[in-house]
């Protein structure tokens, strides 16, 4: 029998696909992670594609799509985009999918949260909710949703709160390898560290972290450290000394810096909604319940003001929390899921005629409009020719030319932030 090969792009979110592609790679899979423009966060993916490249050079764009097909018998594709991340200017979104179908791949698509999020039921839901009053495009949203259950075998979702807006989907927890985090712990401090990592700040409700904890680190109950930017193995230092790791409160769920904090030996704290602490349970298991500390903007002073004047409580915590991470989280539980998964029955493909997601949504096609009646108003009464080509037009006629017009651009714009 032949070893499967498995691909994950276009993106390495949240580190999610490589910490995949570890654990398969231990179990005799051929499994590679590739990037459609620089990773971030210091993620080193197996493969990384020049996102202005795919831009401007169309057979670069084929290059990347002719060696996939030829090495990967299964795509698994991230945030709602396609192989090529919806850079093919002439065809839609997703349009890749059937290509790939017919090419008798398999095809996956995983949701990771704000590609999914509807801002209309997510703030009916939450009260704080990070999508209050954000301009999204639900109908792309539902038209990507469609798409991908048209197309792919399956469907996954990364937390448990996104089954609010793909019912249909799986839900693959999110994974990390537990023993590369772990740490050795001492007695419980008098004044325990509390850190904050917000990926985004508006996401996560860093404001409101803020305003409850810095009264606390000036009373010297705790010593909080808000911190951004860093590295894996940067984000691994600090977590190796923090009591306490406030995720979000805003978004009624969990993300990977809880699971990272209770590898640690950390206590994690986020608002998750009761809904989704309960798909979150595992009856049965050593730990049957999420132990993530519960804390909205309004409760957070006072959860950790009491955790941090409980220290067998923190004890109890944070064995729980390891306990958690490995039997839920840890790379190996996933990655054999994952595996049942592609090793399934192929999935069918439901319509041929899907209503395609434009790429930029409603805002562009208002454009595009705009566009075209201006250009109607500079035809003649006689209807004569339109205007010739513009210098854009013709620029971007020649891919070399425009790539290194655009790769100037973006080395005067970085000159000029650096001189601000």
């Not at 002439?90 to 996956?108: A, F, I, M, N, Q």
């Not at 839920?328 to 539980?333: G, I, L, M, P």
């Amino acid at each position: 029998m032949s070893k499967l090969r498995v691909l994950y792009a276009p993106r390495d979110i949240a580190g999610q696909p490589s910490e995949w592609a570890k654990a398969l790679r231990a179990q005799g899979v051929d499994a590679q992670v590739w990037s459609f423009g620089e990773p971030a966060f210091g993620l080193r993916p197996d493969r990384e594609w020049d996102q202005d490249r795919l831009l401007a050079d169309p057979m670069y764009r084929w290059q990347a799509l002719d060696e996939a097909v030829r090495s990967f018998d299964v795509f698994h594709l991230q945030y709602g985009r396609g192989l090529l991340d919806a850079r093919e200017p002439v065809l839609p979104e997703l349009w890749d999918l059937p290509l790939l179908r017919s090419l008798g791949k398999r095809v996956y698509m995983h949701w990771h949260g704000s590609d999914v999020r509807l801002p209309s039921v997510h703030a009916e839901r939450e009260p704080d909710s990070y999508l209050a009053g954000a301009t999204v495009d639900e109908d792309a949203i539902r038209a990507r949703v469609s798409v991908a259950r048209r197309f792919c075998d399956a469907m996954f979702v990364s937390t448990a709160g996104l089954p609010d807006y793909v019912p249909d989907a799986e839900l693959i927890p999110l994974a990390l390898d537990v023993a590369a985090w772990r740490t050795t712990r001492g007695a419980e401090p008098a004044v325990p560290v509390v850190v904050h990592m917000p990926s985004r700040r508006a996401t996560k409700g860093s404001d409101l972290v803020d305003a409850a904890l810095r009264p606390l680190h000036d009373e010297g109950v705790i010593g909080y450290r808000p911190l951004s930017g860093l590295t894996r193995d940067q984000v691994k230092a600090e977590f190796a000394t923090a009591d306490l790791v406030v995720d979000s409160l805003t978004i009624g769920d969990h993300g990977v810096v809880s699971c990272e904090a209770m590898a640690s030996g950390a206590i994690a704290i986020a608002h998750i909604h009761e809904r989704v602490r309960a798909r979150e349970a595992m009856p049965g298991a050593p730990v049957s319940q999420v132990p993530i500390v519960e804390a909205t903007g309004a409760s957070l002073a006072e959860v950790v003001r009491k955790l941090a004047a409980d220290p067998a409580e923190r004890t109890r915590l944070r064995a729980e929390g390891l306990t958690w991470v490995t039997q839920r989280h840890d790379s190996k539980v996933v990655a054999a899921q994952l595996l049942a998964a592609y090793n399934r029955p192929r999935g069918r493909v439901v319509s041929a005629y899907p209503e395609w997601p434009e790429s930029t949504g409603k805002k562009r096609v208002r454009e595009l409009e705009a566009e075209i009646e201006r250009l109607r108003a500079q035809l003649g009464p006689n209807g004569e020719p339109l205007p010739g080509l513009t210098r854009r037009d013709r620029l971007e006629e020649r891919p070399g030319l425009h790539l290194a017009v655009r790769k100037a651009d973006r080395a005067y714009r970085g000159l000029r932030k650096k001189l601000k």
